[in-house]
T-cell receptor
């Protein structure tokens, strides 16, 4: 079984450019989470979706960040315009939520560097 | 939001010895406590988890204990092996929320 798939694995961009990160959750999972990992702040939840609907985006840093989930097998996280402080590893995780099931499975991450 | 304190930040043990990592939390409504292992350049991997209605769970060399009264939970690894070297994160699910809150991580080093 394929796990969570993320692309690209590495992204280097210049300040001010638009960045789009992509995620394909595990087939059959109904919840998708975007996390960000930095040395200073550790792993932080940015936003999550249940059945393709955004439930909690309180972790999104600011309006430059947006996320979509147009269908059950695809999600994007967009940063526009990007800034050097956005440099981090961005992880997508998916889960089959319901009846006490809470396990989240992470993808390999996208390492973003903004110069 | 919930604050999860994880200790120690670095732990070095001799191969074959046991390792224990502890996390404390404040929200008594937290009901799910997973542990993740992260190797260099990879995503966090779920290794064991426990729910608030259970005090202990074991899976081969790995065990997790939960003390709801004291609000702490711990990861125990016995008979450590070189491949156990990694960063370990505790996490929890707050009551009423689906996202996880993570501790800052423990860098476990297994000395040969």
């Amino acid at each position: 079984d394929a796990g969570v798939i993320q692309s690209p694995r590495h992204e280097v961009t210049e300040m001010g450019q638009e960045v789009t990160l992509r995620c394909k959750p595990i087939s059959g999972h109904n919840s998708l989470f975007w996390y960000r990992q930095t040395m200073m702040r550790g792993l932080e939840l940015l936003i999550y979706f249940n059945n393709n609907v955004p439930i909690d985006d309180s972790g999104m840093p600011e309006d430059r960040f947006s996320a979509k989930m147009p269908n059950a097998s695809f999600s994007t996280l967009k940063i526009q315009p990007s800034e050097p402080r956005d440099s981090a590893v961005y992880f997508c995780a998916s889960s089959l939520m319901g009846q006490g099931d809470y396990e989240q499975y992470f993808g390999p991450g996208t390492r973003l560097t903004v110069t | 939001g919930e604050n999860v304190e994880q200790h120690p930040s670095t732990l070095s043990v001799q191969e074959g010895d046991s390792a224990v990592i502890k996390c404390t939390y404040s929200d008594s409504a937290s009901n799910y406590f997973p542990w993740y292992k992260q190797e260099l350049g990879k995503g966090p991997q779920l290794i064991i988890d426990i729910r608030s209605n259970v005090g202990e769970k074991k899976d081969q060399r790995i065990a997790v204990t939960l003390n709801k009264t004291a609000k702490h939970f711990s990861l125990h690894i016995t008979e450590t092996q070189p491949e156990d070297s990694a960063v370990y994160f505790c996490a929890l699910r707050e009551g009423g929320a689906d996202g996880l809150t993570f501790g800052k991580g423990t860098h476990l080093i297994i000395q040969p």
